[in-house]
């Protein structure tokens, strides 16, 4: 690398925030990755975060090419022809190989390109990806600090949140959280993303938007890389949270997405958040993540009050046994608990199962598949177990030898594909079989299909819903 090349100067830089083409329907943000389930698409928190943080100071331009699956070549010829000097672009395990390749490509036409990336990928395994990648000038550990800025005006040394090259030297400043655990930036620049042309089946009012209200989470779930600590739990100030708020109302925004790990970590926090969405009549709709053990009826009241419409639980398994073998903390009667507390306020819920934890047998299984019916959420996701980088899981599953060969060094995992692991108990084939079946068994009830279809809230609505219908089914085939 040339110190031509990494000789910043402080100036104003024009900056394209780009979310990569792909051979499939990529989801990567948040530190996470995969393919979609269906043919829908959102923001990606990290880019927007970044917008908002960047664009006080820079020249932003944002290509999202996921939204309309834009063909590779016609991203690379449309990005040749912009007036860029730096690229921050987001990846993730389940495209690397792909992203990596197109940006290296465009590294090599246009010289003198700062190329900065972000995801779970990089952060957990930042020294042998920044090694081998020479085309990366630095990547980025956190988008929610100024961190960024201080790297593009002329850095002389170690920067947090980053690792970057200058004068054939490499200096990491590791992740550092805020030292009072809280953050607030500057009002993301949603108007350069498509906004209007993002669909999601739980949406109901369209346009909607990504917003962040925390990151991380204190929990240690062995399958979520959340779970060794990274990145540190930290909380957005509710007035900057606020202030987006009345940015997205400006813009016509009738649904919000938090994109937090969970919401109800600080309810302190997210109770003041709540009041303040009420005080200031916004109408928002909105969803988020949360935990079964967290939520209780005073809780779930002002979420409510405050547009709450649809809450996702992580509940994983049936199978009490599984549950605590993977140190998710909860037990099925809090599950239970927390479904009928919702349905009492009037807040839907979409349920999260994983099939096919290394422990698990087709009995086991079973027991999920029942219990989804059981509890009867008014959506569910159905993922196959995937040794995600930077997991407690991965590490497992390397050393028992459950993952295919040609993956073990692979950083490949996808919890919408065909499995990657055996476990002890259940082959590749038994996993993808059983996951059908939960697939089957829950979305195909009578009963469920009319409760879908009696909620249909119009037009677009009613193609999102058949779309991730004809996805489900087109989905059981292996590819």
């Avoid at 190329?115 to 980025?140: P, Q, S, W």
């Avoid at 108990?425 to 299909?449: C, E, G, Q």
Wanted: proline share 4%.
């Amino acid at each position: 690398m040339t110190n031509q090349l990494v000789n910043l100067e402080s100036k104003r830089r024009k900056i394209l925030l780009l979310n990569p083409p792909g051979s499939k329907r990529y989801n990567r943000d948040n530190f996470c990755s995969g393919t979609t389930k269906g043919n829908y698409s959102w923001e990606p928190i990290d880019l927007l975060c970044l917008s908002g943080i960047l664009g006080e100071k820079h020249d932003i331009n944002v290509i999202d090419a996921t939204v309309n699956m834009t063909p590779r070549k016609e991203c690379f010829d449309e990005i040749m022809k912009m007036d860029i000097d730096t690229i921050i672009f987001i990846t993730g395990s389940a495209s690397w190989k792909e992203d990596s390749g197109f940006i290296k490509k465009i590294k090599e036409r246009k010289k003198g390109l700062l190329v900065i990336g972000i995801g779970g990928i990089l952060i957990f395994n930042k020294d042998k990806m920044f090694r081998e990648n020479k085309f990366l000038d630095a990547i980025l550990f956190s988008f929610t600090s100024n961190d960024i800025l201080k790297y593009l005006d002329n850095p002389s040394g170690k920067i947090n949140n980053i690792i970057y090259r200058k004068d054939n030297k490499v200096f990491d400043g590791g992740i550092v959280p805020p030292a009072d655990r809280k953050f607030s930036y500057a009002v993301p620049r949603h108007d350069l993303f498509p906004i209007r042309d993002y669909r999601l089946p739980i949406i109901r009012r369209y346009p909607f938007a990504n917003i962040l209200s925390s990151i991380g989470c204190v929990y240690k779930c062995k399958f979520c890389f959340y779970g060794k600590g990274t990145p540190p739990f930290i909380t957005r100030d509710v007035e900057n949270t606020i202030e987006e708020m009345k940015a997205l109302k400006a813009l016509g925004v009738k649904e919000l997405r938090f994109m937090d790990y969970d919401l109800t970590t600080n309810k302190a926090n997210l109770k003041k958040l709540c009041e303040r969405m009420v005080e200031e009549k916004f109408d928002f709709a909105w969803h988020a993540l949360a935990r079964v053990d967290e939520v209780d009826e005073g809780l779930l009241s002002i979420m409510k009050k405050s547009g709450c419409k649809t809450l996702l639980f992580g509940i994983e398994s049936g199978d009490q046994r599984i549950l605590d073998l993977y140190s998710k903390g909860t037990t099925l009667e809090q599950i239970k608990k927390a479904f009928e507390l919702c349905k009492n306020v009037g807040i839907e819920i979409l349920a999260h199962f994983i099939i096919g934890l290394p422990g698990e047998d087709e009995a086991s299984i079973n027991k999920t598949i029942d219990f989804s019916i059981a509890l009867d959420a008014d959506y569910a996701d159905f993922s196959i177990a995937a040794p995600y980088v930077g997991t407690v899981m991965r590490d497992e599953a390397i050393a028992n030898g459950w993952i295919d060969k040609k993956y073990e060094k692979d950083v490949y995992s996808d919890s919408a594909q065909y499995p990657i692991m055996n476990t002890e108990t259940l082959s590749k084939d038994d996993v993808w079989r059983l996951k059908n079946k939960a697939v089957r068994k829950f979305f195909f009830r009578p009963s469920y299909i009319l409760k879908r279809t009696l909620r249909v809230g119009s037009v677009t609505d009613f193609f999102v819903q058949a779309g991730m219908a004809l996805s489900l089914l087109l989905g059981m085939a292996r590819e």
